[in-house]
C-alpha cells in the first residue's frame, strides 16, 4: 500500500504563486510514475501534470503548459508542483497519484494509489 499526502494549497489571488507538494510513504514504487490531477466543482477529474520516477520526463495538460512545472526528489520519496501565474479557472482540489508503471500517463483511471486533495482558489 502507499500513501500519499499533499500539502500546500490555499486561497490565493489571480496571478498569484503557489507550490504543492505531495509525499509518498509505505510501499511506494521505484519507478513508478506520479502525476497531479484536479477537480473543480461539478466537473471530472482532469490530468494537470506527470513526472517519470527519474523527473527526465514530463508532461502537461495544454491549459497548464508554461505555467506549472512538476518535480520530483526521489530521494525523499515527494513530488511537487509549482504554478505560477495561477487564473480563477486554475480553482479545484488538486491530488496526487502514483503508479506502478514507469510510463506516464494522462488518464485516471491508470493511477493506482491517490492521495486526499488539497483545496486551491483563486480570485479574480
Known amino acids: 500500500q502507499v500513501q500519499l499526502v499533499e500539502s500546500g494549497g490555499g486561497l490565493v489571488q489571480a496571478g498569484d504563486s503557489v507550490r504543492l507538494s505531495c509525499a509518498a510513504s509505505?510501499?511506494?514504487?521505484?519507478?513508478?510514475?506520479m502525476g497531479w490531477f484536479r477537480q473543480a466543482p461539478g466537473k471530472e477529474r482532469e490530468f494537470v501534470a506527470t513526472i517519470t520516477w527519474s523527473g527526465a520526463t514530463t508532461k502537461y495538460a495544454d491549459s497548464v503548459k508554461g505555467r506549472f512545472t512538476i518535480s520530483r526528489d526521489t530521494a525523499k520519496n515527494t513530488m511537487s508542483l509549482q504554478m505560477n501565474s495561477l487564473k480563477p479557472e486554475d480553482t479545484a482540489v488538486y491530488y496526487c497519484?502514483?503508479?506502478?508503471?514507469?510510463?506516464?500517463?494522462?488518464?485516471?483511471?491508470?493511477?493506482?494509489?491517490w492521495g486526499q486533495g488539497t483545496q486551491v482558489t483563486v480570485s479574480s
Open positions: 497519484a502514483s503508479r506502478a508503471s514507469r510510463l506516464l500517463s494522462v488518464k485516471v483511471v491508470e493511477y493506482e494509489y
Open positions: 509505505g510501499r511506494t514504487s521505484s519507478s513508478g510514475a
